[in-house]
């Protein structure tokens, strides 16, 4: 799993040379800039936060009190739900 920002704090999505980038002062007061951002659903602002490994979404479900009821691999379609390469559904039960 990775975090692309473990210090946000007080953020803003702007632009510079005709991209996004995401400018960020951490609580210390520093000023950080991000550049390379990763939108899901087009141009909207759903900026992908952090990235889960299958492991470490499964252990933080655990540590929760959740336990793993199943794993879907493929795209379900009856659901409207498309995966790609990489990508996997897993549903939780308390």
Known sequence: SRE?????????I???????????????G?????EDLCF?????????FRFF???GLIRSLRSAGFQVARIY???LPEFAIPL???NFVLVAQA
């Open 53 to 55: 490994s299958r492991q």
């Open 4 to 12: 692309h920002f473990p210090a946000l704090y007080d953020w803003r």
């Open 84 to 86: 790609g390469c990489h």
């Open 14 to 28: 702007d632009e510079a040379g005709g991209a996004r980038i995401l400018i960020n002062r951490r609580q210390d």
């Open 30 to 34: 520093v000023t950080e800039q991000f």
């Open 40 to 48: 899901h659903g087009g141009e909207g602002l759903t900026l992908e």
């Open 73 to 75: 691999e493929q795209s």
